[in-house]
């Protein structure tokens, strides 16, 4: 038993279980780390089952019969045979333990199983400790601080909740992702004024929320590319390089579409290219960055712009009236501040008023040119139909004028016409048959190319379809490769730091001893089963000799019986031998009955004596004192509430 515990703690330590150096056997499992052992295997072996039990006793002896009688369910629904309850938990019995983890143990996944006979660190067990702490705790509702319960105080956090706040970061690596080789001003960026990514964030605890954004970011757009490419890019028969500058090409061509349709903002009512643009939210965008057009209001501006703008679009004559009565409006040098001001208020509301003026004559004048240019489409719209019907009108003139000078000749030139038709006609006739004579083998040839064509379409799907199935293996490959990896390098990390004066081949040596004692043990049971056969047989021969030979002698001595008194005598004495022979047998037989039995009884009183019957009755006895107190005290409660 030595050999299947220690497997059974390695199991168990490599499933994140706790198991102390020192603990060689189940014999030294308490039950605490019982109970640790068993939700560790139920949560790797089915994480739906095991997510609601607690790896750890509670203090209270109710919670404790409660959570033994939950593991136990657990494992009769993994399908444990074997009789199991809280008592198994609480008051442990060594055989049932062990036969309970080896069933675990058995149960546990092919992965977990091959991680287990991998040699693992203390690094390893670690991670896995919390990563299950890390899933248990997220396993727990979240509630306010006041209303927790006291494992719920322990498990979460008492902090204040802050919410999380991301900073674009710019990152060095960007570059590469997008496959353009960085300059060398971008490179004297990135190492000279570029900050470092925990310098970037305002604030100190946006620095995760925004490495995390990133990341997901990045890993959507990997995302999406793989699935475009799997579904649209392979279809192309094109390399990526060339599918990504197609798909850039086509992007930069509809762009300089929408900025040739969309030169500024359409009439409802005009038909030029820029009107079917105007519905699409490119041209929408586009629209929205060209700024206000010739009926909109005057963009902003400065004080400046707008007195070069007003004074450059009005007339000389009127430019130098304006300017001789701004020149009799000035205030004289005599005035006080406030009619100054006052001047001044009255000059600038005039100045408002003209440019409302002429902003509303300006209005005008584009509604005008708009009137003008469509006007001016329709016009020439009208032009180029009337153009084509004159052209119309030509053609049929033409023909009539060639009609009317054939008409005087008339009767030969029907003649004429008729010989031409026959020969028209003759001559179809002969192109018919020549058609017909290459038609056959055009046809014959299009429906070989339209069948190869067919056959090459089967052929790139299924080629598609394996393309598609190595594409999937290759990555599951990868993802396997990264696994070993990781391992091999995990594997080498403990083989270094393994004693090196411990060799394979005292390990190997101890293997085969091993597997040698056991064949020993066999070849010891199988010879004594055979002896034991060889016994029971030669007894069963002396049995029924015996039988035989007691038959033949009683019938020829109670023959002579019958005539001498002396024989007969003699067959009482041989009945007499018999009867005590058998009892004698009898009673050889129920002595090894009986010491079958003691042996039987020595071996349960062995068991008995290992499973600490005298010292889980004690348990028992003060587990049940504490529920005792602990109903009394809930007792007292309740009535002085």
Request: charged share 20%.
């Given at each position: 038993m030595e050999e299947v515990d220690k497997i059974l703690i390695h199991a168990l330590r490599q499933s994140g279980t706790g198991v102390a150096e020192d603990i060689q056997s189940v014999k030294q499992f308490t039950s605490e780390l019982i109970v640790e052992a068993v939700v560790r295997c139920v949560r790797v072996i089915n994480p739906a089952l095991g997510g609601g039990l607690s790896p750890s006793l509670p203090p209270g002896m109710s919670a404790r019969f409660r959570v033994g009688m939950g593991l136990a369910q657990a494992c009769q629904d993994l399908g444990y045979k074997g009789e199991i309850g809280y008592q198994t938990f609480l008051y442990s019995n060594e055989?049932?333990?062990?036969?309970?983890?080896?069933?675990?143990?058995?149960?546990?996944?092919r992965?977990?199983?091959?991680?287990?006979?991998?040699?693992?660190?203390k690094s390893v067990v670690l991670q896995r400790a919390i990563a299950a702490k890390i899933k248990a705790q997220l396993a727990l509702p979240w509630l306010p601080h006041n209303c927790r319960l006291p494992l719920l105080c322990k498990t979460q956090s008492a902090g204040p909740s802050r919410?999380?706040?991301?900073?674009?970061?710019?990152?060095?690596?960007?570059?590469?992702?997008?496959?353009?080789?960085?300059?060398?001003?971008?490179?004297?960026?990135?190492?000279?004024?570029?900050?470092?990514?925990?310098?970037?964030?305002?604030?100190r605890g946006a620095l995760v929320a925004s490495l995390l954004?990133?990341?997901?970011?990045?890993?959507?757009?990997?995302?999406?590319?793989?699935?475009?490419?799997?579904?649209?890019?392979?279809?192309?028969?094109?390399?990526?390089?060339?599918?990504?500058s197609r798909k850039a090409a086509r992007l930069q061509k509809?762009?300089?579409?929408?900025?040739?349709?969309?030169?500024?903002?359409?009439?409802?009512?005009?038909?030029?290219?820029?009107?079917?643009?105007?519905?699409?939210?490119?041209?929408?965008?586009?629209?929205?960055?060209?700024?206000?057009g010739p009926g909109d209001l005057l963009p902003k501006g400065t004080h400046f712009t707008h007195t070069q703008k007003f004074t450059?679009?009005?007339?000389?004559?009127?430019?130098?009236?304006?300017?001789?009565?701004?020149?009799?409006?000035?205030?004289?040098?005599?005035?006080?501040?406030?009619?100054?001001?006052?001047?001044?208020?009255?000059?600038?509301?005039?100045?408002?008023e003209r440019l409302q003026q002429v902003a509303l004559g300006s209005e005008r004048l584009s509604d005008r040119m708009k009137q003008m240019n469509l006007g001016v489409a329709?016009?020439?719209?009208?032009?180029?139909e009337r153009e084509r019907a004159n052209q119309e009108k030509e053609d049929s003139l033409q023909v009539k004028r060639q009609t009317v000078e054939l008409l005087p000749d008339a009767h030969n030139n029907l003649a004429k016409l008729q010989t031409l038709v026959e020969a028209s006609a003759k001559r179809l006739v002969g192109l018919a048959a020549q058609w017909e004579k290459h038609r056959d083998p055009l046809i014959q040839e299009h429906r070989r190319l339209k069948e190869l064509c067919t056959n090459q379409d089967v052929e790139s799907s299924r080629q598609l379809s394996e393309i598609k199935d190595l594409h999937e293996k290759i990555r599951e490959t990868a993802e396997k490769a990264k696994k070993k990896e990781s391992v091999y390098k995990q594997l080498i990390s403990e083989l270094e730091n393994l004693p090196k004066d411990v060799s394979r081949s005292a390990y190997t040596l101890r293997i085969l001893e091993i597997v040698g004692n056991i064949k020993k043990q066999k070849e010891e049971i199988t010879k004594i089963l055979s002896d034991t056969k060889e016994l029971q047989k030669e007894i069963n021969n002396l049995t029924g000799k015996l039988d035989r030979t007691f038959a033949v002698t009683d019938e020829l001595v109670f023959k002579d019986a019958k005539k001498d008194e002396s024989v007969r005598k003699s067959y009482k004495y041989l009945a007499a031998l018999h009867e005590n022979c058998s009892q004698l047998i009898q009673t050889i037989e129920d002595t090894g009955t009986i010491l079958r039995e003691i042996r039987d009884l020595e071996e349960q009183i062995e068991t008995e004596s290992g499973?600490?019957?005298?010292?889980?009755?004690?348990?028992?006895?003060a587990d049940y004192k504490a529920v005792r107190e602990e109903n009394s005290a809930l007792g007292s409660k309740v009535r002085e509430g």
């Open positions: 055989p049932e333990i062990r036969a309970l983890l080896m069933f675990l143990v058995e149960k546990l996944p992965e977990s199983a091959e991680a287990s006979d991998q040699p693992a660190g919410s999380l706040r991301t900073q674009p970061l710019s990152l060095p690596y960007s570059n590469k992702s997008t496959g353009r080789a960085s300059s060398k001003a971008s490179r004297e960026y990135q190492r000279d004024v570029l900050l470092p990514v925990t310098a970037q964030p305002p604030h954004e990133q990341h997901t970011a990045e890993l959507s757009a990997a995302q999406e590319w793989d699935s475009e490419w799997n579904s649209q890019g392979l279809l192309s028969r094109l390399t990526p390089e060339e599918y990504r509809r762009i300089q579409e929408q900025l040739s349709s969309a030169p500024g903002t359409p009439s409802p009512g005009s038909g030029g290219a820029g009107s079917g643009g105007a519905g699409s939210d490119l041209a929408q965008l586009l629209l929205s960055f060209q700024g206000a450059f679009t009005q007339d000389p004559g009127l430019l130098v009236e304006q300017m001789a009565a701004v020149a009799s409006s000035m205030p004289l040098g005599g005035q006080s501040e406030g009619e100054l001001r006052a001047c001044q208020q009255a000059e600038l509301g005039e100045l408002e329709q016009v020439t719209h009208e032009l180029k499973n600490k019957t005298v010292a889980n009755l004690e348990r028992i006895l």
